[in-house]
């Protein structure tokens, strides 16, 4: 296990005229569950289709239809529970959230309120190295979404499509355990990080499949404090809820501005408003959506074509079984077998797909060498050409293959950088074109031995200066890699020249 220190939640603290404020800030994350069918029909839920081919009889709401639940999008949910350490109930049961939009043609929401699927669980935030916070995670449960209004093809109409209509959600509710807008955004990049592991949610926020709602409200000092003591949220101020956040800096940017025209209410003797606001990018700024005390009465009543939701211990047993090695596990796991820092390991299991690849590429090498290899050369000249690792023209048996020459002795470090070049750019594998194109490192010594005697009898002066000077002796060995076209053994070349020279 990671050797990880918690530290209680470090408030952003902000400078208002008056008074210093502190931040509270909870949130609810809409996860699309990882699913070819949706919650309650076998209506596909691909993305990008044309508008209203994904939708079947009981997604439009038609007379007589009767939802019938998608196993696998429970089997999800648990398994994402399960992910999250947290509590998974074995009684369930849906309620329909009535509310009247253009794109939902039900007139209502079958969604998880008084019963969720899932109870209180936790995400582990890491800070810094070593330094982490514990996200309280209050429930998970299951809804559908709804449809999408489109108000852009026509002057005077709006259209509806209804292809998302239907497809399954988890809602990931948090305690208000978050105390800065960086700490928000760390939290969502966690959230994000585990469900992908998991393989319950693609974690695709630019597509909407996970895009949060963000409760903030500012307290002064100490408040949060008595409301850790009593629970009573009283002390934590009025909450505004900014909706469907879909970026991590738009997540900070949104906080920060909605914090501080809060406090600037608060000071002028107003009055915090409980409502729903939206972020304008543009603009910098929230503005009023509706306002939660006319909205916010559902009419929530328990769902009458949907039985309550059993499930038995022995299955979720079995989905627990099934659960992959998690980020946290697999980070320790690169640091205790490898030898990595905390912050490579970190780079290397930010996602399934980095991870996997570096463990191919150091299997039976060195994993600090593997490592440095795929963050900085890899890495590194994918981010430049803004590429994705899927879209990596070096495979990691290439790259393997280039690491293991290094090993041997047959390259050596800047030889492997113009190895890396032609692999990169041409294809092919490194041991063949080191042989074909004559890359392979000089380790004989009796040819060092030459090399440097000639370079030594050329510059009689500097020989005198390195003699003087012990650290001249640098000069003769870049001498030497030049005329042997960097080939010759860095360390041999080291020896022999000290040897020569008598130092």
């Not at 582990?124 to 108000?151: L, W």
Request: negative net charge; proline residues 5%.
């Amino acid at each position: 296990m990671l050797d990880l220190s918690f530290e209680a939640p470090k408030p952003k603290v902000i400078a208002g005229a008056k008074h210093d404020w502190e931040l509270v800030i909870g949130m609810e994350v809409h996860a699309q569950i990882a699913s070819k069918a949706k919650l309650f029909s076998g209506a596909s839920t691909g993305f990008g289709a044309e508008p209203n081919s994904h939708v079947a009889f009981v997604d439009a709401a038609m007379p007589g239809m009767l939802p019938v639940i998608n196993e696998f999008c429970v089997e999800q949910a648990v398994r994402t529970g399960l992910g999250l350490k947290a509590q998974i109930n074995l009684k369930s049961a849906f309620d329909r959230k009535n509310y009247f939009y253009p794109d939902l043609p039900q007139g209502y929401q079958i969604s998880q309120l008084y019963h969720p699927i899932v109870g209180e669980g936790e995400v582990i935030v890491d800070m810094e190295p070593g330094i982490a916070r514990r996200v309280r995670i209050e429930r998970i449960h299951i809804e559908q979404d709804a449809g999408k209004s489109i108000h852009d093809m026509d002057p005077n109409m709006s259209f509806v499509d209804l292809n998302r209509t239907g497809v399954a959600l988890m809602e990931i509710v948090s305690r208000p355990d978050i105390r800065g807008p960086e700490e928000a955004a760390a939290y969502v990049v966690k959230l994000r990080q585990i469900l992908q592991y998991l393989g319950t949610c693609d974690g695709n926020m630019q597509n909407g499949n996970l895009r949060a709602d963000v409760n903030v409200s500012v307290c002064l000092p100490g408040q949060y404090e008595k409301y850790q003591a009593t629970q009573d949220f009283s002390h934590l101020g009025t909450r505004c809820e900014i909706k469907n956040m879909n970026s991590m800096r738009f997540i900070q940017q949104a906080i920060d501005y909605e914090a501080k025209r809060q406090i600037a209410i608060l000071e002028a003797g107003g009055s915090i408003d409980q409502e729903t606001r939206l972020y304008d990018p543009d603009k910098g700024e929230t503005r009023s959506m509706r306002s939660k005390e006319e909205a916010h009465d559902y009419r929530y009543f328990p769902d009458p074509d949907l039985l309550p939701l059993e499930i038995e211990q022995g299955w979720v047993d079995d989905i627990r079984n099934t659960l992959p090695e998690l980020p946290d596990e697999k980070k320790a796991r690169f640091i205790a077998d490898y030898g990595l820092s905390d912050y490579d390991a970190s780079v290397l299991t930010s996602e399934t797909a980095s991870a996997n690849y570096f463990e191919k590429v150091a299997e039976g090498r060195d994993g600090k060498m593997a490592a440095n290899w795929v963050i900085n050369e890899l890495f590194g000249r994918l981010k430049k050409e803004d590429h994705a690792l899927a879209d990596s023209p070096v495979s990691p048996e290439q790259l393997g293959g280039i690491i293991a020459l290094i090993q041997k002795g047959d390259i050596s470090g800047k030889i492997a950088k113009d190895l890396f070049e032609i692999v990169y750019t041409e294809g092919g594998d490194p041991a063949q074109i080191v042989e074909a194109r004559g890359m392979k490192q000089v380790t004989d010594t009796g040819a060092i031995e030459t090399a440097v005697d000639e370079v030594i009898a050329a510059n009689p002066a500097q020989v005198e200066k390195a003699k003087a000077n012990p650290k001249l002796a640098g000069w003769f060995v870049g001498q030497v890699m030049k005329a042997t076209g960097g080939k010759a053994n860095p360390k041999a070349v080291n020896e022999i020249v000290s040897a020569k020279l008598g130092l």
